[in-house]
């Protein structure tokens, strides 16, 4: 039976890329669209790849009735959507792709935020969206948190490693290369095509990417102590893709061998053979993530290389997937296209 | 039921978006890959991005059994084609993405080719593979011949323009900005990346490009005289679109009028409210095109510009929306996916 | 004898252009720079690339002491250098890189422009800054209006032809390629890394660019009678460089004779061999323009292309071999590095 | 008094890079030019950008007379130079801009490069040509080995700190993003624009850089004890760039200062403010190399960014510096021009 959904903040990246996603899956249809600054404008105007499809226009999120609606997307900027969901029925579930429910930790939230949580109650209740790792909990709850992209990229290079105690957990490097999407539509001078492109840099050094706060929470879970990764983003001059090197200490050999057993009935999580690196040219638009495994001339130490879109795994794509769970279909429906190559 | 199919030169880029499209259709079945250079190999391995399917190794087109085969799609370079065609079972349904079998008169394809057809009797049964104009003899063919991309987005623009009589045939120019995946996988310098990106230049200039060939022969047919169009290509920093900017004599009112009530019907062409243009950005990876009418602020001038994805509606998603209709499909299945953006 | 300069407007593309062009320049000295919302930083935080240089702090305008400056360039927004320049001492010489002293007629400056000039004194005396057409004038001059970036690269593809009659006057079609850089460093969806990369579309479609007013002004002063051509611009994703396709009826062996005749002693403009057509990577950072002719297959038409740099010789490299002249430097002092490729 | 020079090998990108930069150097002079395979060509039409220049047609290597050359530039692939440069006449000085004479160690070079090397005394009497730590032995040597671009980059970040103590030398890791042009002008599927641009992918991982044995030669001599680092380069979709991204265990303030101190009276090296990280795009085309530090969020860690372009600084530009000490010029003579941004 199809369920009708909500995209609150379609006017962003991420909400056209739901747009995009659920275009193709039998079981959604989109209900509203919401868009505060372009509420009155149809999706067309606003995103003309979207063209061709019978879509509501955006309206503001005041206009919405939700009372026929099974599930909300928000893809509100972050410290909005808190705001905005204390205001939605209590019993509406929600997949929220803000990074405002990622940490369950109030204190943890205002050190890498800056500022109180202003709706401590539903963090406590909200779900960690990292699918692969949060299914039944994802499945069951009314109030999913999206990861960040970067952290998504991040996890699943480590997570089973982490588990597995199959790397040295103080002595994990993520040094990241990133798509210029993941800093959504905002207008900066850094992110326009002359400035942008032909370079790169990083960004956010020093170990103060908000990110970390995932990463401190979910691998301190898993390892039951402390584990503080360094991680450093780099923009690259490329729209869709992040691409995570991690630099550990293990026996490679191992480290492979333990992320093809963690991922091998996995649908979306390609472990590589080893010694192959992937690349994210070949998983550009898709839901894809490519793991490769590579040793070093130095023994006991490793190379892992997680490759996934930012946009589709790293946020609308997972949200969807998530989204399947909770409205009881096929985790992958929607979601099986291939990347798009050249 | 399924229907199976060949894909003749999987190892290129047309070959390559017809796996990617066929993914996702539920009718087809790819029973065989061929490519000779990389028999052997798996598609995965030739094209990481396809790696999470499950498809058959490339093999030599001679290693193929065609019994079971309902329909090959034949991706190999301009004149080899024409070889191979003319060794396939009589009674095998062919789609051809070459060059080879779209111009129909001897004379004008060794004009343009350089030397004679070698295979005259299937070049005259060939039907040319413009869908929205050759329907109902596509749908009946043995043998189809893809447009040239170029050849495609310049007849979306002129067609009904030119059945209608609602522009002067004389005075037809047709500026023509092209991604470079048009030109395939083929290394040469200037399609390398530290030569081809952030710059553009024509190329196949003074009426020299083949695709001339195609456009004589349909709009002469159409027009029931000679018709001798200007068209100069230019290579654009971009992997995949072609941007068609006619420049015409004619009433804009009138030339908007004629487009958007021929292509009302019609799924995959869109013509673009009076004095909006189009983008490539908003149809690529689709089977879209977008076509925008504006006059000039010289009365009795127009510009028509029309946008499609070269590797999708220009060449491998024209094919699959032939293959539709040549074994029974719906026309668009396989094909509605929204564009890729950002 | 060593030269002082100011530029009014240096936290902008062209502003930070005429700084990187006058390093290498030995004749001039870099007095003063101004940029009012960025006032009281150093050039080298805003423009990185520039850290190596010893430069003024940018100021307000109102700040700098004129006494001692031979010569100011005003690289301020459209109409704001209108207001600005009014205010500088009577005697300082200008080179204004806006388009507010381009059109001499007033009544064409409020047509394209919308609003009355705020100082039509000033618009009779400023001597339009395409140098190889107003040299004498340029070395005398007090005020120098730069031309517009399209409107030098179709002038140069032009002006001979129409000066000899060498074309007809009523079929001009000039269909032009840009670099994002055109638009400077304002911040618009559409000049995202995201939105533009990998795709083209036109805009001020229909006649309503902009330098459409410098064109109509300068061709029909050279022809004697009104020239009207017609001409729309496409966004390419390339930071720099415009290409300028500009489609003709004339005999092209002329078209290339008359060219080739008049810039032959020229320094910065090179007409290629007949047939061979130019690159926009082949100027990219430098003052040169390459104009290329070719025939067509129906005998009476042209192709003329011409490539530039529209920051150098579209803009800051026009204005300092303005400079040069009015300061009876060599004209080309500066100006000769060659472009960057790749 | 004028110096001659000679290039050999001009048409690849290291080469045209010489005739860019000697361009604006008023001391030398470009005697001869050799290709093999492009001989009897004009360098304007193997390099239609520097058409502009009046330069010497390619030869074939024995058509030089070498008898009036003071320098001879070698721009040949590996392994081709140590052939070649046997053969030039034994008082012609020679800087080589392959890696053929890199290593100074026999063993070490069939190590990395798979075979003995052809000219063992040449090789014992080259010098190493980083500018900034060779500069008296390159004044006075006849032969100098031009460093691998990759090897410039990281050697930059690492000698001061190696030197000084300042950093722990078992724990280096080396992230590289690499500019495309690196990979020269040879013609492989995976530097075709449309596979290249808007994406990224690590190459010759494992420790197998060939670069590494120039890192081990140079760090295992400055530290007195055997150096190995972890080094892997990524391609990024940009033309020109190295940005090279070290993950160090020492004080970050300690690292900063010895950097600054070390560079401080360098023309080409400058130390950004503490916390401030280069961009690629604020060097490129430039002979400048920009450094930041930053610290981690876990004491004693720190990361040391460098950023240059691989053929100015990486390559062509460190040849003409070395050169210019070689000829007894001004060392920064030719290379002062700013970076081109945007």
Same mark, same amino acid.
């Given at each position: 039976?199809?369920?009708?959904?909500?995209?609150?903040?379609?006017?962003?990246?991420?909400?056209?890329?739901?747009?995009?996603?659920?275009?193709?899956?039998?079981?959604?249809?989109?209900?509203?669209?919401?868009?505060?600054?372009?509420?009155?404008?149809?999706? /067309?105007?606003?995103?003309?790849? &979207?063209?061709?499809?019978?879509?509501?226009? &955006?309206?503001?999120?005041?206009?919405?009735?939700?009372?026929?609606?099974?599930?909300?997307?928000?893809?509100?900027?972050?410290?909005?959507?808190?705001?905005?969901?204390?205001?939605?029925?209590?019993?509406?579930?929600?997949?929220?792709? *803000?990074?405002?429910?990622?940490?369950?930790?109030?204190?943890?939230?205002?050190?890498?935020?800056?500022?109180?949580?202003?709706?401590?109650?539903?963090?406590?209740?909200?779900?960690?969206?990292?699918?692969?790792?949060?299914?039944?909990?994802?499945?069951?709850?009314?109030?999913?948190?999206?990861?960040?992209?970067?952290?998504?990229?991040?996890?699943? #290079?480590?997570?089973?490693?982490?588990?597995?105690?199959?790397?040295?957990?103080?002595?994990?490097?993520?040094?990241?290369?990133?798509?210029?999407?993941?800093?959504?539509? *905002?207008?900066?001078?850094?992110?326009?095509?002359?400035?942008?492109?032909? /370079?790169?840099?990083?960004?956010?050094?020093?170990?103060?990417?908000?990110?970390?706060?995932?990463?401190?929470?979910?691998?301190?879970?898993?390892?039951?102590?402390?584990?503080?990764?360094?991680?450093?983003?780099?923009?690259?001059?490329?729209?869709?893709?992040?691409?995570?090197?991690?630099?550990?200490?293990?026996?490679?050999?191992?480290?492979?061998?333990?992320?093809?057993?963690?991922?091998?009935?996995?649908?979306?999580?390609?472990?590589?053979?080893?010694?192959?690196?992937?690349?994210?040219?070949?998983?550009?638009?898709?839901?894809?993530?490519?793991?490769?495994?590579?040793?070093?001339?130095?023994?006991?130490?490793?190379?892992?290389?997680?490759?996934?879109?930012? &946009?589709?795994?790293? *946020?609308?794509?997972?949200?969807?997937?998530? #989204?399947?769970?909770?409205?009881?279909?096929?985790?992958?429906?929607?979601? &099986?296209?291939?990347?798009?190559?050249?």
């Amino acid at each position: 039976m199809t369920k009708k959904i909500a995209i609150l903040g379609a006017s962003g990246y991420t909400g056209a890329e739901l747009v995009r996603l659920i275009a193709t899956h039998p079981g959604f249809e989109i209900a509203a669209l919401t868009g505060e600054r372009k509420a009155g404008q149809g999706m /067309g105007s606003v995103f003309p790849f &979207l063209r061709h499809m019978d879509l509501p226009d &955006l309206v503001r999120i005041e206009e919405v009735d939700f009372a026929g609606i099974d599930l909300a997307f928000c893809a509100l900027p972050h410290a909005t959507s808190q705001a905005v969901i204390s205001t939605l029925p209590a019993d509406l579930r929600v997949i929220d792709l *803000s990074a405002d429910f990622r940490l369950r930790d109030p204190a943890a939230y205002e050190k890498w935020y800056g500022k109180p949580h202003a709706a401590p109650d539903l963090q406590q209740e909200a779900v960690y969206g990292l699918t692969e790792f949060y299914r039944d909990a994802i499945a069951r709850a009314r109030l999913v948190a999206g990861t960040g992209c970067n952290a998504a990229t991040g996890q699943y #290079a480590l997570r089973p490693l982490i588990e597995a105690g199959a790397i040295d957990l103080d002595e994990i490097i993520l040094d990241l290369k990133c798509g210029v999407s993941g800093a959504g539509r *905002s207008l900066k001078e850094n992110l326009l095509h002359a400035e942008m492109s032909e /370079g790169t840099q990083p960004y956010a050094v020093g170990g103060t990417h908000r990110h970390l706060g995932e990463f401190d929470q979910e691998f301190s879970l898993l390892a039951g102590r402390p584990v503080e990764i360094q991680f450093t983003p780099h923009l690259v001059p490329m729209n869709r893709g992040i691409l995570a090197t991690a630099w550990l200490r293990g026996d490679a050999s191992q480290i492979h061998a333990v992320l093809s057993e963690r991922y091998c009935a996995e649908s979306f999580l390609h472990v590589l053979p080893f010694g192959t690196v992937p690349s994210t040219h070949d998983v550009r638009g898709s839901n894809f993530v490519h793991i490769g495994v590579v040793g070093d001339r130095r023994p006991g130490r490793a190379m892992v290389v997680a490759a996934l879109d930012n &946009l589709t795994k790293g *946020s609308s794509g997972q949200a969807l997937q998530n #989204a399947n769970l909770m409205m009881g279909f096929d985790e992958a429906e929607g979601l &099986l296209a291939p990347p798009l190559f050249p």
